[in-house]
């Protein structure tokens, strides 16, 4: 299957009066979306997110390397009406009312006004504007965020760029957008989502790119990113002594308020409160700890699995590439 | 492109641009309303007065009272009408709305092109309001017609247009009006020392470098003085001498036109 989006080796340097010297935006990006996904592009501010989300929408020009959008150039006018762009600082001029905005953007994209008589009310009542018939200079930061939204969804678009889209919004409507989104893959439309919320990202992307200086840093899925560490964290009801003293028969030589296992047996584990964090060998040590705690009579909580979030992963990356 | 020419209209109209023209329009045209005056004859035929000045008998006067329109509004329409449209086209490349109707499957040069389109419609439009209801009025009673007036007005139009072509040129490279604006003023204001430019500048400018430079100035530059003269030559002896001048201020307007829309299409956002 043709991919919706893909670029290769996309370099972007931006030149200024005051610099000699061309300043990188994007070097060497090379990346591949998959029709019915929901793709996350996530990295620091500057990392050159925008910077590609616009060569993708044919609004930039890369200084060397390719895009492909939907098969086609992304300067193209028909592949753009295939697409909708939900950008990050979208500024509607004040005067104009939603109803007026979305036929205006529906025209420029080549929506008929049959479609738009249709489309328009169904959308606003979508994204909670119905009936809200007020200039835009009126609205709040997440009713404007709403209306972009409805814009970009207008044309019925094969791919859907979003940036920061919950920007602005209440965790409401922060929810609403991600149903939104998960419906729309649930359709195959692909969904290209640039947002600073890793949690989000995390919650409703198939696939990641981490963009770190104008570079992939790391591309996977989220089940990939959030792998475990190979700890675990058992919970009890009360680290008595005992119990303590049964864990570090397990583990290895007891340091007093911790475990502290040597070499050969565990590398690191610890007591905090009533929680015990530890790595072990394998799967026979872990059920070792557990038969052991159980007979020095512990009650055990939970035995849970430390997994990295896409936030600390994030940081993992970009930090060890600063 | 329509849809981004209705739309530069609907937003002169929100931003109360075109209100303003439209209602200085009104006044102009009430003014002259009100001080061309008609003196029936018992022939038939009717005396023109402007205000307590006799201008003779209406086959005469007509011609008259239509170039004292373009004389009184022509300048003052140009320079309000390019501070109303020039906004037409600086906010069509705001951040934040530019995203928004590049990203829409209508080319760049089609949206740009509509705007600048509404531009040269709203003064058009406004400046038709301002002179037309006394040249009507004066059809009806005495049957001299309007056609002279139209045409100047269509020639006025190309003027305001290779101003405004000015401004679209303008507007690319930088942000705000301010540069474009009086850009296309001082296109404007340096027209008639051009067109007399040996009594303007030559006492100044002795080389022939440097008056062969003076020389290709005004043969490029839109030639505003000289096609307000073709409107007051046309309304009064229904014919034009040279239309050199129209040629020329066409054939500049639609250079910078055209390198406008060719910069914009390259340009990244």
């Known amino acids: 299957m043709n991919p919706a989006i893909e670029t290769h080796d996309l370099q972007k340097a931006y030149r200024t009066l005051m610099r000699r010297k061309p ?22 501010n500057g990392a050159g997110k925008t910077t590609l989300v616009k060569i993708l929408l044919g609004l930039s020009r890369p200084t060397s390397g390719s895009a492909r959008l939907l098969g086609g150039s992304p300067g193209d006018s028909a592949s753009r009406r295939r697409i909708g762009y939900l950008p990050e600082q979208m500024r509607i001029p004040e005067y104009m009312k939603a109803k007026s905005f979305l036929h205006y953007m529906g025209r420029l994209n080549g929506v008929n006004s049959n479609t738009m008589k249709q489309r328009v009310p169904e959308l606003l009542e979508k994204v909670g504007l119905a009936g809200v018939n007020k200039p835009v200079k009126s609205y709040s930061k997440g009713m404007q965020q709403r209306l972009g939204l409805a ?64 570079q992939v840093a790391c591309a996977a899925t989220p ?66 700890l557990i038969d052991r705690l159980r007979s020095a009579q512990a009650e055990i909580d939970s035995v849970e699995p430390v997994r990295l979030s896409l936030e600390q992963f994030f940081l993992q990356v970009v930090g060890a590439q600063e | 492109m329509l849809a981004a020419y209705f739309n530069s209209l609907h937003e002169a109209v929100n931003r109360r641009m075109a209100l303003v023209l439209a209602g200085v329009a009104v006044l102009v045209a009430g003014t002259f309303w009100w001080i061309v005056q008609l003196k029936p004859l018992p022939d038939g035929t009717s005396m023109i007065f402007l205000g307590t000045n006799f201008l003779g008998p209406a086959t005469l006067a007509v011609p008259s009272v239509f170039g004292a329109e373009i004389q009184q509004t022509g300048v003052l329409w140009l320079l309000l009408a390019i ?14 709305w530019i995203e928004l109707t590049l990203s829409k499957g209508t080319s760049r040069w089609k949206i740009f092109l509509g705007r600048f389109l509404g531009g040269v419609t709203l003064y058009f439009v406004t400046f038709l309001l301002a002179t037309f209801p006394v040249a009507l009025r004066l059809w009806w009673k005495t049957g001299v017609g309007p056609g002279p007036l139209a045409i100047a ?29 009086m850009a296309a003023v001082a296109v404007w204001f340096f027209s008639p020392s051009l067109a007399r430019r040996q009594q303007s500048y030559y006492s100044f400018f002795t080389s022939h470098v440097s008056r062969g430079i003076l020389e290709w100035i005004y043969r490029i530059l839109p030639k505003c003085s000289e096609l307000e003269s073709m409107c007051f030559a046309y309304i009064r ?6 239309w050199w001048p129209f040629w020329s201020t066409g054939i500049f307007a639609a250079a910078m036109l055209g390198l406008s829309l060719c910069l914009l299409q390259r340009k990244s956002f």
């Open chain 1, 23 to 44: 300043v990188p935006a994007l070097q060497g990006v090379s990346l591949r979306v998959e029709p019915g996904t929901i793709f996350g592009l996530i990295g620091q």
């Open chain 1, 151 to 214: 814009q970009a969804l207008l044309n019925d678009p094969e791919v859907l760029f979003l940036d920061e889209p919950t920007d602005g919004l209440d965790p409401l409507g922060r929810k609403d957008v991600r149903d939104l989104l998960v419906s729309l893959r649930a359709v195959g439309k692909t969904v290209f989502l640039n947002s600073h919320l890793l949690s989000e990202i995390e919650m409703v992307c198939d696939h990641i790119v981490i963009l770190n200086r104008g």
């Open chain 1, 223 to 288: 089940a990939e990113f959030t792998r475990g560490t190979g700890e675990y964290l058992v919970r009890v009801a009360v680290a008595t002594d005992a119990v303590r003293a049964a864990a570090a028969e397990v583990l290895g030589a007891s340091n007093g308020n911790g475990v502290r296992g040597n070499a050969s047996n565990t590398t690191k584990a610890g007591w905090t409160e009533n929680t015990l964090r530890f790595a072990p060998r394998d799967r026979e040590q872990l059920n070792a």
């Open chain 2, 83 to 96: 501070f109303a449209a020039a906004p037409l086209l600086t906010s069509a490349l705001e951040k934040g």
């Open chain 2, 153 to 181: 007005l269509l020639i006025q139009t190309l003027s305001f247009a290779a101003l405004l072509s000015v401004v679209a040129l303008a507007t690319l490279p930088q942000k705000g009006m301010a540069l474009p604006v």
């Open chain 2, 237 to 242: 002896d229904g014919k034009i001498a040279t």
